[in-house]
């Protein structure tokens, strides 16, 4: 059985940092692709940041993000998002997810139908 773990959200206030990790279990040979998600209230979950397992340092982000928040990844099983210059428009309960791969013709990194397995979730709250 597959499980996602994530950790380290928080009330955090403008324009400081946070990290969230996820680890993840239940598949020995490890995740190709790895992602954080967000969801606000009232919006649809979105794609924040993925990586792959080809892509060592690189990962691929959406433009509210892009040049401060990096994602990172230990191992085949966990990941990490480093957030920076956080707002308040940040505020969302962000999900890990992961799903096996390579795939011919690749994957579109952040959309969510791409992604098989899900943690649970762990709410960032940004407020002064």
């Known amino acids: 059985e597959v499980h996602l773990v994530e950790s380290g959200g928080g009330l955090v206030q403008p324009g400081k940092s946070l990290r969230l990790s996820c680890v993840a279990s239940g598949y020995t040979s490890g995740y190709y692709y790895m992602a954080w998600f967000r969801q606000a209230p009232g919006k649809v979950r979105e794609g924040v940041a993925a990586?792959?397992?080809?892509?060592?340092?690189?990962g691929w982000y959406a433009d509210s993000v892009e040049g401060r928040f990096t994602i990172s990844r230990d191992n085949d099983k966990t990941v990490n998002l480093q957030m920076n210059s956080l707002n308040p428009e940040d505020t969302a309960v962000y999900y890990c997810?992961?799903?096996?791969?390579?795939?011919?013709?690749?994957?579109?990194?952040?959309?969510?139908?791409?992604?098989?397995?899900w943690g649970q979730g762990t709410q960032v709250t940004v407020s002064s």
């Open positions: 990586i792959s397992r080809s892509r060592i340092g690189v």
């Open positions: 997810a992961a799903t096996n791969g390579p795939r011919l013709g690749g994957i579109a990194p952040l959309d969510r139908k791409e992604y098989t397995y």
